[in-house]
């Protein structure tokens, strides 16, 4: 997957098996979604590349699966709470370089019982 820049063969979720690669992918259908989401998301906690994942999920608008440990529904919520418009009318979109991604994913971890839905 040479378009994502390298940073996914670091991934924690690059070598699970495809029962744990399904995770990430939590069928809503079957019940058990906010479980496996979770076991995404603890999976992600951990991983090198976390602030690499959430980044490229945000800038592609990532509509499917837990990525960065996030769900869409969270990173439509991301996109919609750090921007804003500067005095000149651009939009600042807050989470455009990896290092605000990472100040992201530290406001994701000191809410989580909050933001995880």
């Not at 500067?86 to 909050?114: A, L, P, Q």
Request: charge should be positive.
């Amino acid at each position: 997957m040479e378009e994502l820049n390298g940073w996914w063969n670091d991934g924690a979720c690059k070598g699970l098996d495809s029962k744990k690669k399904d995770w990430f992918y939590p069928d809503k259908e079957t019940g058990d979604g906010k479980r496996r989401a979770n076991r995404a998301r603890d999976i992600c906690n951990s991983c090198p590349v976390i602030a690499e994942c959430l980044h490229d999920a945000l800038v592609r608008n990532e509509q499917f699966g837990i990525w960065g440990m996030t769900s869409p529904r969270q990173r439509l919520d991301i996109r919609r709470k750090y921007k804003a418009t500067n005095m000149e009318g651009d939009i600042i979109r807050y989470y455009e370089t990896i290092d605000e991604c990472v100040n992201i994913i530290n406001d994701i971890r000191r809410s989580k019982g909050r933001m995880m839905k």
